[in-house]
């Protein structure tokens, strides 16, 4: 095994994941699979945060994707002037009912830790307006809480 991983201690080093696993795509797999599914939330460990978070990021996606019947594309387009409900209540879910902090989501969605407490406030603003959005954020959070 030395042989192998000889003169490629940086090649090892840049394929460190979560902050201490290091292996192929099957193992970190297997860890998040073993670890980070279904046990009781640790905040103070911030590791098991960054596992749980890619999980929950995809798994919200999902759900606000077919609950108001957009793809990817309206997820993650970041342009400026256009509504983006979807793109936002992703943003407020993960935030305001997974618990994950503003920059975490932030930096899933290629923006600062104040847009994601701005699509919050836009999420909760238009549940008082809209009782047809309401009904779709009621959809998405009663399965998750």
């Known amino acids: ?21 290091l292996g192929s795509d099957k193992f970190v797999g297997w860890i998040k699979e073993k670890f980070g ?4 939330r640790d905040k103070e460990i911030p ?6 978070a890619e999980g929950e990021i995809e798994r919200v996606i999902e759900a606000v994707e077919k ?10 387009n970041r342009a400026r002037g256009e509504r983006k ?15 994950m902090k503003n920059y975490e989501v932030g930096k899933a969605f290629g923006v600062g830790y104040a847009a ?14 809209s009782r047809e959005f309401a009904r779709k954020v009621e ?4 399965p998750m809480q």
């Open 1 to 21: 095994w030395i042989h192998t991983v000889a003169n490629k201690e940086k090649e090892i080093l840049n394929d460190e994941r979560y902050g201490i696993i």
């Open 37 to 40: 599914k279904g046990k009781e």
């Open 47 to 52: 590791v098991e945060r960054k596992i749980r």
């Open 67 to 76: 609950i108001f019947g957009v793809g990817d594309n309206e997820i993650f």
């Open 85 to 99: 409900e979807a793109r936002d209540t992703v943003m407020w879910i993960l935030t305001r009912k997974i618990g």
């Open 116 to 129: 994601v407490s701005h699509a919050g406030q836009r999420v909760e603003e238009e549940m008082k307006l």
């Open 139 to 142: 959809k998405l959070i009663h």
